[in-house]
């Protein structure tokens, strides 16, 4: 499971946990999140986001 966090407002999508709020379920992988979606707090879209080593 991987963490990428959102380059603009830093916000965080944990694979294990997803964005149910979102309409992600619990451990949806990052390829796996529909191209469309957006980040939840700024609108970013999946480029715009960077894998996070924890
Ligand atoms: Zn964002």
Known sequence: MKTWIC??????????TG???????????WEDVPMNWTCPECGARKE?????EI
């Open 19 to 29: 964005s149910p709020e979102d309409g992600i379920p619990a451990g949806t992988k």
């Open 48 to 52: 715009d986001f960077e894998m996070m």
């Open 7 to 16: 380059l603009i407002c830093g916000w965080v999508y944990d694979e294990e």
